[in-house]
């Protein structure tokens, strides 16, 4: 199908090209195994992503939402107990918080669109049981406070890594830097599966195990239940498929990379660019950059034939959804003056010079 952008905010076909084959076969593989749930390639898969993550173990499960909801509700928290998280993320971030059975406490972020460990620690109270960073668009959040936060309070410290798989904080990767992380495997996500998808990983082997009951019907033996749970299972030709990216992760972040600290320099000048802090390996799920004309900027790159997106236009605090929650709209000032900031562009590891090119034209073009 032809896209009607000249830059479109994705690039599937083009970013697999040097491994289609392989997805072909390991797809005819597994159709011809008739082993579709529970089997090698799932197993494979969680250990490869374990070992990648840098962490003893791993679980796959449906998608991130799954990942998140499941590993709350594995607390045993109670609606007193409270979590706290950035506001401005994706939805899940919260909805997992109130469907795991706790209460959702928002804390305001930096300028990097991450949670800020001071407003962390102005939101603590005797009900406070953990901590929900979210590694926003590749790039991780400030874990040696949030770590050190925690352990000062006695907290869970569960990373919301959905969008940051490679990405590292001063040498460790994420995943590895809480007491437990989740990772969304979507198509959006820099490793991804054909459909939904997600992932688990602690170095807490018996809190895993719980959690492989957990996805499964809470089933602990093929016909004994211990507990009433659902099916948010990761089927085996998703963890076929998704044996193949993980092979080729690093080289498409390393791509995404090179193309990221281009356009930091070109752009640099005219708005606000994702230049990584001390100790941050950036991954650049999404590349944001910040700019007061983003509503004029937004409309301007796509009549040129240039994707955009905002991630998020509405924070949660002021979802509908979070009415019952009594947040109002200047509680949390930085998150807010982002909302109408940020503007996210196309960046796909198969993206060509002359696209790169066009792209900052067009851009320097508008701010002349
Ligand atoms: C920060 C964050 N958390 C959680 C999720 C949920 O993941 P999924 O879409 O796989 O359910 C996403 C998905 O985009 C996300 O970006």
Same mark, same amino acid.
């Given at each position: 199908?032809?896209?009607?952008?000249?830059?479109?905010?994705t690039?599937?076909k083009?970013?697999q090209?040097?491994?289609?084959?392989?997805?072909i076969?390991?797809?005819?593989?597994?159709?011809?195994s008739? @082993?579709?749930?529970a089997g090698?390639?799932l197993?494979k898969?969680e250990?490869?992503?374990?070992?990648?993550c840098?962490?003893?173990?791993?679980?796959?499960v449906?998608?991130?939402?799954c990942?998140l909801h499941?590993?709350i509700?594995d607390?045993n928290l109670? =609606?007193e107990?409270?979590?706290?998280?950035?506001?401005? =993320?994706f939805?899940s971030s919260a909805?997992?918080i109130?469907l795991?059975?706790a209460k959702?406490?928002? &804390?305001?972020?930096?300028?990097?669109?991450n949670?800020n460990?001071d407003?962390?620690?102005k939101?603590i109270?005797? @009900?406070?049981?953990m901590i929900?960073?979210?590694? #926003?668009?590749?790039r991780?959040? %400030?874990?040696?406070?949030?770590?050190?936060?925690?352990?000062?309070h006695?907290l869970?410290?569960?990373?919301d890594?959905?969008?940051?798989?490679g990405?590292?904080y001063?040498g460790?990767k994420?995943g590895?830097?809480?007491d437990? &992380?989740?990772?969304?495997?979507h198509?959006?996500?820099?490793?991804h &599966?054909?459909g939904?998808a997600?992932?688990l990983? =602690?170095?807490?082997?018996?809190?895993?195990?719980?959690?492989?009951?957990?996805k499964?019907?809470?089933l602990?033996?093929?016909d004994r239940?211990?507990?009433w749970?659902?099916?948010? @299972?990761?089927?085996e030709?998703?963890?076929?498929l998704l044996r193949?990216?993980l092979?080729?992760?690093d080289?498409q972040?390393?791509?995404?990379? %090179?193309?990221?600290?281009? #356009?930091?320099e070109e752009?640099?000048?005219?708005v606000n660019?994702?230049f990584?802090n001390?100790?941050e390996?950036?991954v650049?799920q999404t590349y944001v950059i910040?700019?007061e &004309?983003?509503d004029?900027?937004k409309e301007? #790159?796509?009549?040129?034939?240039?994707?955009a997106?905002?991630?998020?236009p509405?924070?949660?605090h002021?979802?509908p959804a979070a009415?019952d929650?009594?947040?109002?709209a200047?509680?949390f000032?930085?998150?807010?003056?982002l909302?109408s900031k940020?503007l996210s562009?196309?960046?796909y590891?198969?993206?060509k010079?002359?696209k790169?090119?066009?792209?900052?034209k067009?851009f320097?073009?508008?701010f002349?």
């Amino acid at each position: 199908m032809k896209n009607r952008f000249k830059i479109p905010y994705t690039a599937f076909k083009d970013n697999q090209k040097s491994f289609r084959k392989e997805l072909i076969n390991v797809f005819t593989k597994t159709l011809d195994s008739g @082993r579709y749930i529970a089997g090698p390639e799932l197993d494979k898969f969680e250990k490869e992503f374990a070992k990648y993550c840098e962490v003893k173990k791993a679980t796959g499960v449906a998608n991130g939402t799954c990942a998140l909801h499941l590993t709350i509700k594995d607390f045993n928290l109670t =609606s007193e107990d409270e979590v706290i998280t950035a506001p401005n =993320s994706f939805f899940s971030s919260a909805s997992s918080i109130e469907l795991g059975g706790a209460k959702i406490i928002f &804390a305001d972020v930096n300028d990097d669109l991450n949670i800020n460990p001071d407003e962390i620690e102005k939101r603590i109270t005797k @009900r406070t049981k953990m901590i929900m960073p979210v590694h #926003l668009t590749g790039r991780p959040a %400030k874990m040696k406070r949030i770590t050190e936060i925690a352990k000062k309070h006695n907290l869970i410290v569960l990373e919301d890594a959905a969008q940051s798989v490679g990405a590292k904080y001063f040498g460790k990767k994420v995943g590895s830097l809480g007491d437990v &992380a989740t990772f969304s495997l979507h198509p959006l996500k820099n490793l991804h &599966a054909y459909g939904d998808a997600g992932i688990l990983v =602690s170095n807490n082997e018996k809190l895993v195990n719980n959690l492989k009951i957990r996805k499964n019907h809470g089933l602990s033996k093929r016909d004994r239940c211990e507990y009433w749970s659902y099916n948010c @299972r990761l089927d085996e030709l998703q963890a076929a498929l998704l044996r193949v990216q993980l092979k080729n992760l690093d080289k498409q972040i390393k791509k995404k990379r %090179k193309l990221a600290q281009i #356009l930091n320099e070109e752009l640099n000048e005219i708005v606000n660019v994702p230049f990584e802090n001390e100790g941050e390996f950036h991954v650049y799920q999404t590349y944001v950059i910040q700019s007061e &004309a983003r509503d004029k900027l937004k409309e301007y #790159l796509i009549s040129k034939g240039i994707e955009a997106f905002i991630h998020y236009p509405v924070p949660l605090h002021l979802q509908p959804a979070a009415k019952d929650l009594n947040y109002s709209a200047n509680e949390f000032p930085k998150t807010m003056e982002l909302s109408s900031k940020i503007l996210s562009l196309p960046l796909y590891p198969s993206m060509k010079e002359d696209k790169l090119e066009y792209l900052i034209k067009t851009f320097k073009k508008f701010f002349k």
